[in-house]
């Protein structure tokens, strides 16, 4: 069993990226958190992204990293930083999020590179079409085409979406350089099986657009992809962008109907939307790796 890395390794959804691959693999952890118990029993690393030598002693006789570690919001946003604030949770240095996804990445690549990793797995963020933090512009995102795929433009205005976008040219500089194969995912808002059954219970009619295009995964689907991608890694190109975000949305109405209501002027790019399909597409990870989530919040929601 070859030794595989997964970084922010406390979090979430190591969770499940960490139940994806124990029984195939040799697991070893790395986080500057206590590891949580259910994944206690693995050889873990407490370290931290952005020391270099954390970085090198983490990465040693791995041959594959799961890229989890990463500052999830605009640590630089004062409503965000307000908001951390008045709920008793810890407030960063304001350029966490810049230090973490953009040096802390680079500082494991080139540890990775000067180790002989082969393969590096980033969960990256659907932020990096730019969508999110529009709503703090009073503009909308400006859509070219629904569903959003690997090839529409970006547009970021905070800098958790651009680090998440930085981040993908990063890894991919990475690999003409190097040859190292590196890959990203671009999931939406990831839920676990409380999540979904939270959303189920406390879901309500749309009342306007959404910044974040009503988009989800589950955490097991989205381990699962980042499991096939390590798996095919050899029959895929060096480097690639993957969407993995779930065929619905987190609305309650059809998806045309919310278009038609909030953003008619999109109807006429808009093109094979039926149903509640997502506003994301997941045409390419279909095509590449025959990936489709098999989950969905809505299994959830009262019988009528």
């Given at each position: 069993m070859g030794k595989v890395l997964v970084t922010g390794a406390s979090g979430r959804f190591a969770k499940y990226m960490v139940a994806a691959l124990r029984d195939q693999y040799e697991v070893v952890?790395?986080?500057?958190?206590?590891?949580?118990?259910?994944?206690?029993?693995?050889?873990?690393i407490i370290g931290d992204l952005n020391n270099y030598d954390d970085c090198v002693k983490a990465v040693e006789g791995v041959e594959v990293i799961?890229?989890?570690?990463?500052?999830?919001?605009a640590s630089d946003d004062e409503a965000g930083r307000q908001r951390r604030a008045e709920r008793g949770l810890p407030v960063p240095p304001f350029d966490a999020t810049m230090k973490t996804n953009i040096m802390g990445t680079y500082y494991l690549m080139k540890a990775a590179v000067d180790a002989g990793v082969k393969t590096v797995v980033m969960t990256g963020s659907n932020c990096a079409f730019g969508h999110?933090?529009?709503?703090?512009?009073?503009?909308?995102?400006?859509?070219?085409?629904?569903?959003?795929?690997?090839?529409?433009?970006?547009?970021?205005?905070?800098?958790?979406?651009?680090s998440k976008f930085a981040g993908e040219d990063l890894l991919h500089t990475f690999t003409r350089a190097f040859g190292i194969r590196t890959y990203i995912t671009r999931p939406a808002h990831i839920c676990d099986e409380a999540k979904r059954r939270d959303m189920a219970a406390t879901v309500k009619p749309a009342t306007e657009w959404s910044g974040g295009l009503w988009g989800w995964v589950a955490s097991e689907d989205l381990a699962e992809l980042q499991l096939r991608i390590q798996q095919a890694a050899n029959d895929l190109p060096l480097h690639d962008v993957f969407v993995g975000n779930n065929v619905d949305t987190e609305a309650l109405e059809p998806t045309m109907e919310l278009i038609e209501r909030f953003r008619p002027e999109l109807l006429p790019v808009t093109h094979g939307l039926r149903g509640y399909d997502a506003l994301f597409s997941n045409a390419h990870v279909e095509q590449m790796l025959g990936w489709l989530p098999n989950r969905s919040w809505r299994e959830y929601l009262p019988t009528p």
């Open positions: 952890l790395f986080s500057r958190s206590p590891i949580p118990e259910d994944r206690v029993d693995l050889p873990a799961h890229h989890l570690g990463a500052v999830p919001w999110c933090g529009y709503g703090a512009t009073g503009e909308f995102y400006p859509v070219h085409y629904l569903p959003l795929d690997e090839k529409h433009p970006s547009a970021c205005v905070n800098s958790y979406s651009w």
